[in-house]
Protein backbone atom coordinates (compact mmCIF):
# COMPACT_ATOMS: atom_id res chain seq x y z
CA UNK A 1 0.00 0.00 0.00
CA UNK A 2 2.80 2.51 1.17
CA UNK A 3 4.45 1.63 -2.64
CA UNK A 4 1.50 2.43 -4.48
CA UNK A 5 0.99 5.94 -2.29
CA UNK A 6 4.49 6.75 -3.57
CA UNK A 7 3.72 5.60 -7.01
CA UNK A 8 0.70 8.27 -7.48
CA UNK A 9 2.63 10.79 -5.48
CA UNK A 10 -0.50 9.88 -2.45
CA UNK A 11 -0.93 10.23 1.41
CA UNK A 12 -2.13 6.68 2.70
CA UNK A 13 -5.34 7.22 5.14
CA UNK A 14 -6.49 4.45 7.39
CA UNK A 15 -5.43 0.67 6.85
CA UNK A 16 -2.04 0.48 5.27
CA UNK A 17 -2.58 -2.90 4.01
CA UNK A 18 -5.32 -4.05 1.36
CA UNK A 19 -8.58 -4.04 3.04
CA UNK A 20 -9.84 -7.55 1.24
CA UNK A 21 -8.48 -10.29 3.24
CA UNK A 22 -7.51 -12.19 -0.61
CA UNK A 23 -5.31 -8.89 -1.16
CA UNK A 24 -5.28 -6.93 -4.78
CA UNK A 25 -6.97 -8.69 -7.64
CA UNK A 26 -4.88 -6.66 -10.59
CA UNK A 27 -7.79 -4.63 -11.72
CA UNK A 28 -8.58 -1.14 -11.41
CA UNK A 29 -12.24 -0.20 -12.18
CA UNK A 30 -15.41 2.36 -11.04
CA UNK A 31 -17.16 1.74 -7.60
CA UNK A 32 -20.32 0.71 -9.02
CA UNK A 33 -18.44 -2.04 -11.05
CA UNK A 34 -15.98 -3.26 -8.43
CA UNK A 35 -15.80 -6.58 -6.85
CA UNK A 36 -13.62 -7.82 -3.76
CA UNK A 37 -10.12 -7.30 -3.88
CA UNK A 38 -10.65 -4.57 -7.26
CA UNK A 39 -9.32 -1.04 -6.66
CA UNK A 40 -11.12 2.17 -7.55
CA UNK A 41 -9.96 5.11 -8.77
CA UNK A 42 -12.10 8.52 -8.92
CA UNK A 43 -11.91 11.60 -9.18
CA UNK A 44 -13.79 12.55 -6.32
CA UNK A 45 -15.33 10.39 -3.27
CA UNK A 46 -17.63 11.42 -0.24
CA UNK A 47 -18.36 9.35 3.44
CA UNK A 48 -21.23 7.80 0.94
CA UNK A 49 -18.29 6.22 -1.73
CA UNK A 50 -16.28 5.11 1.18
CA UNK A 51 -19.11 3.16 3.08
CA UNK A 52 -19.86 1.58 0.02
CA UNK A 53 -16.66 0.34 -0.88
CA UNK A 54 -16.24 -1.13 2.63
CA UNK A 55 -19.22 -3.04 2.08
CA UNK A 56 -17.61 -4.11 -1.54
CA UNK A 57 -14.66 -5.25 0.46
CA UNK A 58 -12.60 -3.64 -2.27
CA UNK A 59 -8.79 -3.26 -1.74
CA UNK A 60 -8.14 -0.07 -1.87
CA UNK A 61 -9.48 3.74 -3.25
CA UNK A 62 -7.73 6.32 -4.98
CA UNK A 63 -9.06 9.89 -4.84
CA UNK A 64 -8.22 13.49 -5.83
CA UNK A 65 -10.63 15.10 -4.24
CA UNK A 66 -12.38 13.87 -0.82
CA UNK A 67 -15.33 15.55 0.78
CA UNK A 68 -18.26 15.67 2.54
CA UNK A 69 -16.82 13.16 5.63
CA UNK A 70 -14.07 10.61 3.43
CA UNK A 71 -11.25 11.19 5.60
CA UNK A 72 -13.07 10.79 8.52
CA UNK A 73 -15.43 7.88 7.46
CA UNK A 74 -12.21 6.06 5.96
CA UNK A 75 -10.38 6.26 9.29
CA UNK A 76 -13.72 5.57 11.17
CA UNK A 77 -13.94 2.10 8.93
CA UNK A 78 -9.66 1.77 8.68
CA UNK A 79 -10.28 1.95 5.15
CA UNK A 80 -7.66 2.28 2.85
CA UNK A 81 -7.76 5.70 0.79
CA UNK A 82 -4.92 7.31 -1.25
CA UNK A 83 -5.36 11.16 -1.60
CA UNK A 84 -3.19 12.22 -4.77
CA UNK A 85 -2.77 15.41 -6.05
CA UNK A 86 -2.52 13.88 -9.18
CA UNK A 87 -5.20 11.42 -10.11
CA UNK A 88 -3.57 11.37 -13.68
CA UNK A 89 -0.78 9.22 -11.92
CA UNK A 90 -3.18 6.79 -10.91
CA UNK A 91 -4.82 6.42 -14.17
CA UNK A 92 -1.19 5.78 -15.73
CA UNK A 93 -0.22 3.40 -13.12
CA UNK A 94 -3.16 1.60 -13.58
CA UNK A 95 -2.92 2.07 -17.34
CA UNK A 96 1.01 0.33 -16.98
CA UNK A 97 -0.45 -2.44 -14.72
CA UNK A 98 -2.65 -3.85 -15.91
CA UNK A 99 -1.28 -3.85 -19.43
CA UNK A 100 1.86 -5.78 -17.80
CA UNK A 101 -0.60 -8.49 -16.22
CA UNK A 102 -3.02 -8.97 -18.39
CA UNK A 103 -1.53 -7.81 -22.06
CA UNK A 104 2.41 -8.38 -21.57
CA UNK A 105 3.34 -9.47 -24.90
CA UNK A 106 1.18 -7.31 -26.95
CA UNK A 107 2.34 -5.05 -29.44
CA UNK A 108 1.24 -1.74 -28.42
CA UNK A 109 0.60 1.78 -30.54
CA UNK A 110 -0.53 5.13 -29.11
CA UNK A 111 -1.74 7.84 -31.39
CA UNK A 112 -2.41 11.36 -30.69
CA UNK A 113 -2.74 14.74 -31.81
CA UNK A 114 -5.68 17.14 -32.40
CA UNK A 115 -7.66 15.86 -35.11
CA UNK A 116 -8.32 12.72 -36.86
CA UNK A 117 -7.01 10.05 -33.85
CA UNK A 118 -10.26 8.54 -33.91
CA UNK A 119 -10.61 7.35 -37.40
CA UNK A 120 -6.85 6.78 -37.19
CA UNK A 121 -7.45 4.60 -34.43
CA UNK A 122 -10.32 2.78 -35.58
CA UNK A 123 -8.75 2.44 -39.38
CA UNK A 124 -5.60 1.06 -37.46
CA UNK A 125 -7.59 -1.59 -35.48
CA UNK A 126 -10.01 -2.44 -38.72
CA UNK A 127 -6.45 -3.57 -40.50
CA UNK A 128 -4.91 -5.84 -37.79
CA UNK A 129 -8.17 -7.08 -37.10
CA UNK A 130 -8.76 -8.12 -40.54
CA UNK A 131 -5.65 -9.23 -40.74
CA UNK A 132 -6.73 -12.11 -38.01
CA UNK A 133 -5.40 -10.64 -34.78
CA UNK A 134 -6.60 -9.65 -31.53
CA UNK A 135 -6.92 -6.29 -30.82
CA UNK A 136 -8.63 -4.07 -28.88
CA UNK A 137 -9.41 -0.18 -28.68
CA UNK A 138 -10.65 2.19 -26.80
CA UNK A 139 -11.78 4.39 -30.01
CA UNK A 140 -15.66 4.62 -29.85
CA UNK A 141 -17.90 6.46 -32.19
CA UNK A 142 -18.80 9.05 -29.26
CA UNK A 143 -15.09 9.11 -28.48
CA UNK A 144 -15.54 8.46 -24.40
CA UNK A 145 -12.85 6.47 -23.74
CA UNK A 146 -10.09 7.90 -25.46
CA UNK A 147 -9.38 10.66 -22.51
CA UNK A 148 -7.78 8.21 -20.08
CA UNK A 149 -8.98 10.41 -16.97
CA UNK A 150 -10.29 7.66 -15.64
CA UNK A 151 -9.62 3.99 -15.43
CA UNK A 152 -11.45 2.89 -18.30
CA UNK A 153 -9.26 1.71 -20.63
CA UNK A 154 -7.55 -0.31 -17.98
CA UNK A 155 -10.61 -1.80 -17.20
CA UNK A 156 -11.61 -2.34 -20.63
CA UNK A 157 -8.42 -4.55 -20.97
CA UNK A 158 -8.12 -6.55 -18.25
CA UNK A 159 -12.15 -7.63 -18.71
CA UNK A 160 -11.32 -8.41 -22.42
CA UNK A 161 -7.93 -10.41 -21.51
CA UNK A 162 -10.20 -12.47 -19.05
CA UNK A 163 -13.11 -12.97 -20.93
CA UNK A 164 -11.64 -13.94 -24.45
CA UNK A 165 -7.83 -14.98 -24.03
CA UNK A 166 -4.92 -12.95 -24.72
CA UNK A 167 -4.37 -9.71 -27.14
CA UNK A 168 -1.79 -9.26 -30.10
CA UNK A 169 -2.16 -5.48 -30.11
CA UNK A 170 -3.42 -2.91 -27.83
CA UNK A 171 -4.10 0.41 -29.93
CA UNK A 172 -4.89 3.47 -27.33
CA UNK A 173 -5.98 6.93 -28.55
CA UNK A 174 -4.66 9.49 -26.49
CA UNK A 175 -5.89 12.85 -25.59
CA UNK A 176 -3.39 15.49 -26.73
CA UNK A 177 -4.33 18.12 -24.38
CA UNK A 178 -6.33 17.10 -20.84
CA UNK A 179 -7.72 18.88 -18.01
CA UNK A 180 -10.23 18.23 -15.15
CA UNK A 181 -12.64 20.86 -13.96
CA UNK A 182 -10.80 23.55 -15.98
CA UNK A 183 -6.86 22.92 -14.40
CA UNK A 184 -4.57 21.32 -17.60
CA UNK A 185 -2.93 17.65 -16.53
CA UNK A 186 0.17 18.64 -17.91
CA UNK A 187 2.39 16.42 -19.79
CA UNK A 188 -0.73 13.62 -20.04
CA UNK A 189 0.15 12.76 -23.54
CA UNK A 190 3.64 12.14 -22.56
CA UNK A 191 2.65 10.22 -19.25
CA UNK A 192 0.20 7.95 -21.20
CA UNK A 193 1.98 7.40 -23.92
CA UNK A 194 4.66 5.98 -21.38
CA UNK A 195 2.69 3.96 -19.18
CA UNK A 196 2.33 1.67 -22.41
CA UNK A 197 5.04 1.45 -24.09
CA UNK A 198 4.28 1.74 -27.61
CA UNK A 199 5.96 0.39 -30.11
CA UNK A 200 4.44 2.73 -32.61
CA UNK A 201 3.42 6.12 -31.88
CA UNK A 202 1.07 8.07 -34.08
CA UNK A 203 0.96 12.60 -34.13
CA UNK A 204 -1.91 13.52 -36.55
CA UNK A 205 -1.28 17.06 -36.42
CA UNK A 206 -0.78 20.14 -33.90
CA UNK A 207 -3.49 22.71 -33.35
CA UNK A 208 -6.11 24.54 -31.35
CA UNK A 209 -8.57 22.76 -29.18
CA UNK A 210 -9.18 22.17 -25.27
CA UNK A 211 -9.02 26.73 -25.22
CA UNK A 212 -8.50 27.38 -21.70
CA UNK A 213 -6.56 24.42 -20.43
CA UNK A 214 -4.16 25.65 -23.52
CA UNK A 215 -3.96 29.48 -25.13
CA UNK A 216 -2.19 29.14 -28.19
CA UNK A 217 -0.73 26.87 -30.39
CA UNK A 218 2.78 26.66 -28.34
CA UNK A 219 1.16 25.28 -25.35
CA UNK A 220 -0.04 22.40 -27.66
CA UNK A 221 3.37 21.65 -28.67
CA UNK A 222 4.46 21.55 -25.00
CA UNK A 223 2.29 18.96 -24.60
CA UNK A 224 3.06 16.79 -26.98
CA UNK A 225 6.76 17.84 -27.47
CA UNK A 226 7.85 14.54 -24.60
CA UNK A 227 5.39 12.13 -26.51
CA UNK A 228 8.15 10.91 -28.92
CA UNK A 229 10.49 10.69 -26.06
CA UNK A 230 8.08 8.30 -24.64
CA UNK A 231 8.12 6.55 -28.30
CA UNK A 232 11.43 5.98 -27.62
CA UNK A 233 13.14 3.31 -29.61
CA UNK A 234 9.85 2.89 -31.21
CA UNK A 235 8.63 4.19 -34.55
CA UNK A 236 7.18 7.80 -34.50
CA UNK A 237 4.48 8.32 -37.21
CA UNK A 238 4.67 11.83 -38.33
CA UNK A 239 2.87 14.12 -39.98
CA UNK A 240 5.49 15.74 -42.57
CA UNK A 241 2.55 18.43 -44.09
CA UNK A 242 1.93 20.10 -40.26
CA UNK A 243 4.98 22.33 -39.60
CA UNK A 244 4.58 22.07 -35.88
CA UNK A 245 4.60 18.24 -36.11
CA UNK A 246 8.01 18.26 -37.87
CA UNK A 247 9.77 19.86 -35.06
CA UNK A 248 9.01 17.26 -32.70
CA UNK A 249 12.61 15.33 -31.77
CA UNK A 250 11.65 11.75 -32.49
CA UNK A 251 14.72 9.07 -32.63
CA UNK A 252 12.90 6.66 -35.26
CA UNK A 253 10.75 8.95 -37.55
CA UNK A 254 7.94 7.61 -40.26
CA UNK A 255 6.63 10.22 -42.26
CA UNK A 256 3.50 10.58 -43.88
CA UNK A 257 2.46 13.56 -46.64
CA UNK A 258 0.01 14.56 -49.19
CA UNK A 259 2.67 15.28 -51.53
CA UNK A 260 5.65 13.44 -52.63
CA UNK A 261 8.43 12.41 -50.15
CA UNK A 262 11.68 10.81 -51.64
CA UNK A 263 12.94 8.97 -48.74
CA UNK A 264 12.20 5.05 -47.50
CA UNK A 265 10.56 5.50 -44.11
CA UNK A 266 7.34 7.46 -45.57
CA UNK A 267 4.23 7.15 -47.54
CA UNK A 268 2.29 9.54 -49.64
CA UNK A 269 -0.40 10.41 -51.88
CA UNK A 270 0.35 11.69 -55.05
CA UNK A 271 -3.03 12.70 -55.73
CA UNK A 272 -4.02 9.55 -57.38
CA UNK A 273 -1.79 7.08 -55.71
CA UNK A 274 -0.69 5.83 -51.83
CA UNK A 275 2.96 5.31 -52.90
CA UNK A 276 5.00 3.80 -50.64
CA UNK A 277 9.03 2.89 -51.75
CA UNK A 278 8.05 3.80 -55.31
CA UNK A 279 5.05 1.80 -55.63
CA UNK A 280 1.56 2.25 -55.76
CA UNK A 281 -0.29 0.41 -52.73
CA UNK A 282 -3.42 2.28 -53.23
CA UNK A 283 -5.51 3.91 -55.93
CA UNK A 284 -7.94 6.71 -54.92
CA UNK A 285 -10.53 4.78 -56.21
CA UNK A 286 -10.09 2.24 -53.55
CA UNK A 287 -10.27 4.67 -50.42
CA UNK A 288 -13.03 4.59 -48.33
CA UNK A 289 -12.95 8.29 -48.43
CA UNK A 290 -11.32 10.95 -50.28
CA UNK A 291 -11.32 13.90 -48.57
CA UNK A 292 -7.72 14.96 -48.04
CA UNK A 293 -7.94 15.14 -44.17
CA UNK A 294 -9.33 11.32 -44.77
CA UNK A 295 -6.38 10.05 -46.50
CA UNK A 296 -3.93 11.67 -44.34
CA UNK A 297 -5.66 9.94 -41.24
CA UNK A 298 -5.33 6.82 -44.14
CA UNK A 299 -1.57 7.33 -44.55
CA UNK A 300 -1.15 7.68 -41.27
CA UNK A 301 -2.92 4.23 -40.20
CA UNK A 302 -0.73 2.57 -42.92
CA UNK A 303 2.62 4.16 -42.19
CA UNK A 304 1.71 2.39 -38.73
CA UNK A 305 1.46 -1.01 -40.05
CA UNK A 306 3.81 -0.62 -42.23
CA UNK A 307 6.07 0.21 -39.32
CA UNK A 308 4.66 -2.80 -38.01
CA UNK A 309 6.04 -5.10 -40.12
CA UNK A 310 2.02 -6.02 -41.15
CA UNK A 311 2.38 -7.66 -45.32
CA UNK A 312 1.66 -4.76 -47.63
CA UNK A 313 -1.64 -6.77 -49.03
CA UNK A 314 -2.93 -7.40 -45.48
CA UNK A 315 -2.86 -3.74 -45.32
CA UNK A 316 -4.61 -3.06 -48.87
CA UNK A 317 -7.34 -5.34 -47.55
CA UNK A 318 -8.08 -3.49 -44.63
CA UNK A 319 -7.90 -0.44 -45.95
CA UNK A 320 -10.64 -1.26 -49.09
CA UNK A 321 -12.55 -2.87 -47.00
CA UNK A 322 -12.88 -0.63 -43.86
CA UNK A 323 -16.11 1.41 -42.88
CA UNK A 324 -16.12 4.78 -41.04
CA UNK A 325 -17.02 5.55 -37.27
CA UNK A 326 -20.00 7.21 -36.48
CA UNK A 327 -19.96 11.05 -37.54
CA UNK A 328 -16.90 10.83 -39.64
CA UNK A 329 -18.68 12.32 -42.51
CA UNK A 330 -20.85 10.01 -42.13
CA UNK A 331 -23.55 10.06 -45.67
CA UNK A 332 -27.03 10.03 -43.91
CA UNK A 333 -28.94 10.67 -47.13
CA UNK A 334 -28.97 10.71 -50.41
CA UNK A 335 -31.63 13.09 -52.18
CA UNK A 336 -30.65 15.88 -50.48
CA UNK A 337 -27.40 14.42 -49.50
CA UNK A 338 -26.67 14.67 -45.74
CA UNK A 339 -23.33 14.05 -44.40
CA UNK A 340 -22.43 14.20 -40.67
CA UNK A 341 -19.53 15.24 -39.40
CA UNK A 342 -17.62 15.59 -35.74
CA UNK A 343 -16.00 18.73 -36.57
CA UNK A 344 -15.98 20.42 -33.47
CA UNK A 345 -12.84 22.48 -33.73
CA UNK A 346 -11.51 25.28 -35.75
CA UNK A 347 -9.72 23.48 -38.25
CA UNK A 348 -12.27 20.39 -38.28
CA UNK A 349 -14.78 22.60 -39.39
CA UNK A 350 -12.77 24.58 -41.91
CA UNK A 351 -11.13 21.25 -43.66
CA UNK A 352 -15.06 19.98 -43.43
CA UNK A 353 -16.76 22.47 -45.15
CA UNK A 354 -13.56 23.00 -47.64
CA UNK A 355 -14.48 19.36 -48.64
CA UNK A 356 -17.74 19.57 -48.92
CA UNK A 357 -17.54 22.25 -51.26
CA UNK A 358 -15.47 20.20 -53.51
CA UNK A 359 -18.76 18.56 -53.77
CA UNK A 360 -21.13 20.77 -55.05
CA UNK A 361 -22.27 21.17 -58.81
CA UNK A 362 -23.30 24.52 -60.25
CA UNK A 363 -27.03 26.34 -59.04
CA UNK A 364 -26.36 23.94 -55.65
CA UNK A 365 -26.42 25.09 -51.96
CA UNK A 366 -24.58 23.52 -49.06
CA UNK A 367 -26.54 23.73 -45.88
CA UNK A 368 -24.99 24.25 -42.91
CA UNK A 369 -26.19 23.05 -39.77
CA UNK A 370 -23.97 23.64 -36.67
CA UNK A 371 -24.66 23.05 -32.61
CA UNK A 372 -22.91 25.73 -30.94
CA UNK A 373 -20.30 23.58 -28.12
CA UNK A 374 -22.10 24.25 -24.76
CA UNK A 375 -20.60 24.72 -21.52
CA UNK A 376 -16.70 25.03 -22.87
CA UNK A 377 -16.09 28.52 -22.45
CA UNK A 378 -16.31 31.41 -25.01
CA UNK A 379 -13.03 31.07 -26.28
CA UNK A 380 -13.32 27.60 -27.90
CA UNK A 381 -16.34 28.90 -29.59
CA UNK A 382 -15.14 32.59 -30.88
CA UNK A 383 -12.58 30.39 -32.68
CA UNK A 384 -15.17 28.04 -34.32
CA UNK A 385 -17.45 30.66 -35.47
CA UNK A 386 -14.03 32.69 -36.99
CA UNK A 387 -13.57 29.25 -38.40
CA UNK A 388 -16.84 29.43 -39.60
CA UNK A 389 -16.64 33.05 -41.00
CA UNK A 390 -13.44 31.88 -43.08
CA UNK A 391 -15.48 29.38 -44.18
CA UNK A 392 -18.56 31.08 -45.82
CA UNK A 393 -19.37 31.88 -49.29
CA UNK A 394 -22.61 32.71 -51.42
CA UNK A 395 -23.24 28.87 -51.95
CA UNK A 396 -23.49 27.83 -48.12
CA UNK A 397 -26.83 28.51 -46.03
CA UNK A 398 -26.43 28.58 -42.51
CA UNK A 399 -27.85 27.03 -39.35
CA UNK A 400 -27.02 27.41 -35.45
CA UNK A 401 -28.69 24.92 -32.88
CA UNK A 402 -28.02 25.15 -28.94
CA UNK A 403 -29.51 21.93 -28.66
CA UNK A 404 -31.68 22.31 -25.91
CA UNK A 405 -33.97 19.43 -26.11
CA UNK A 406 -30.98 16.52 -26.54
CA UNK A 407 -28.35 18.07 -24.68
CA UNK A 408 -27.54 17.35 -20.77
CA UNK A 409 -26.43 20.34 -18.22
CA UNK A 410 -22.40 19.36 -18.92
CA UNK A 411 -23.24 20.29 -22.44
CA UNK A 412 -26.10 23.76 -21.84
CA UNK A 413 -25.14 26.08 -23.99
CA UNK A 414 -25.15 29.37 -22.19
CA UNK A 415 -25.68 33.02 -23.11
CA UNK A 416 -22.25 34.28 -23.54
CA UNK A 417 -20.95 31.23 -25.83
CA UNK A 418 -24.45 31.98 -27.87
CA UNK A 419 -23.82 35.39 -28.14
CA UNK A 420 -20.04 34.97 -29.47
CA UNK A 421 -21.68 32.91 -32.53
CA UNK A 422 -24.71 36.06 -32.74
CA UNK A 423 -22.55 39.09 -32.79
CA UNK A 424 -19.38 37.80 -34.79
CA UNK A 425 -21.66 36.65 -37.42
CA UNK A 426 -23.48 39.95 -37.35
CA UNK A 427 -20.08 41.69 -37.60
CA UNK A 428 -19.55 40.32 -40.75
CA UNK A 429 -22.47 40.54 -42.47
CA UNK A 430 -23.48 36.52 -42.69
CA UNK A 431 -27.19 35.48 -42.44
CA UNK A 432 -28.07 32.93 -40.29
CA UNK A 433 -31.16 31.20 -38.62
CA UNK A 434 -30.58 29.96 -35.12
CA UNK A 435 -32.75 27.11 -33.35
CA UNK A 436 -32.84 26.58 -29.35
CA UNK A 437 -33.76 23.29 -30.25
CA UNK A 438 -32.02 20.46 -32.55
CA UNK A 439 -35.22 18.85 -33.72
CA UNK A 440 -36.56 21.85 -35.20
CA UNK A 441 -33.03 23.17 -36.80
CA UNK A 442 -32.72 19.67 -38.50
CA UNK A 443 -37.24 20.06 -39.52
CA UNK A 444 -36.10 23.23 -41.43
CA UNK A 445 -32.56 22.56 -42.87
CA UNK A 446 -34.22 19.31 -44.44
CA UNK A 447 -37.65 21.38 -45.73
CA UNK A 448 -35.69 24.45 -46.63
CA UNK A 449 -32.85 22.32 -48.78
CA UNK A 450 -33.54 21.60 -52.73
CA UNK A 451 -32.76 17.26 -53.74
CA UNK A 452 -29.80 18.69 -55.52
CA UNK A 453 -28.39 20.29 -52.89
CA UNK A 454 -26.39 18.74 -49.77
CA UNK A 455 -26.42 19.06 -46.19
CA UNK A 456 -23.91 19.12 -44.06
CA UNK A 457 -24.54 18.67 -39.49
CA UNK A 458 -21.09 19.54 -37.84
CA UNK A 459 -20.50 19.94 -33.78
CA UNK A 460 -20.15 17.75 -31.13
CA UNK A 461 -22.29 17.05 -28.62
CA UNK A 462 -25.11 18.99 -29.76
CA UNK A 463 -24.95 17.13 -32.85
CA UNK A 464 -24.66 13.39 -32.20
CA UNK A 465 -28.14 12.88 -31.90
CA UNK A 466 -29.17 14.11 -35.34
CA UNK A 467 -28.74 10.99 -37.27
CA UNK A 468 -31.72 9.33 -35.07
CA UNK A 469 -33.92 12.60 -35.62
CA UNK A 470 -33.47 12.89 -38.89
CA UNK A 471 -34.75 9.27 -39.47
CA UNK A 472 -38.38 10.41 -37.76
CA UNK A 473 -38.16 13.74 -39.92
CA UNK A 474 -37.72 12.18 -43.47
Given at each position: MHRLARKVEGKLIGNDDFFSID????????????????????HWINDTGIQMAFDKNIACLITQTPKDGAVETAERLNFPLIITDKIELANAFALKHTIKKYSPTST????TGTNGKSTTSHLIYHILNNAGYRVLTNTDSESEFNTLIDPMVSKLI?????ENGKLDYLVIEVSEVQGWLGKLMKNHAALMSGAIKPKV???TNIAMDHIGLVNSIEDVFDEIKAVPEAIGEGVAVLNHDDEMVMKLDAQNPFYTSMSALNQDNAVYFDGENIVYKDDSILSIDELPFKGNHFIQNILSAVGTCISLDIEIDKIVEGVKSYKALNRRFTKLNNEPLIYDDFAHNPDGIKVTISETLKLLSPNQKLHVACAIRGSRGIEINQLNVDALVESMNENIVLYLSS???????????EEEERDVFFNT???????????????DCLKDVYN????????????????????????DII
Open positions: GFTGKFTFLNEAHTGDIVIRNIVISDEVIGVISQDVVNDLNKVLNQNSINYTHYDNLNNADKNDIILLIGAQGMDPAESLLK
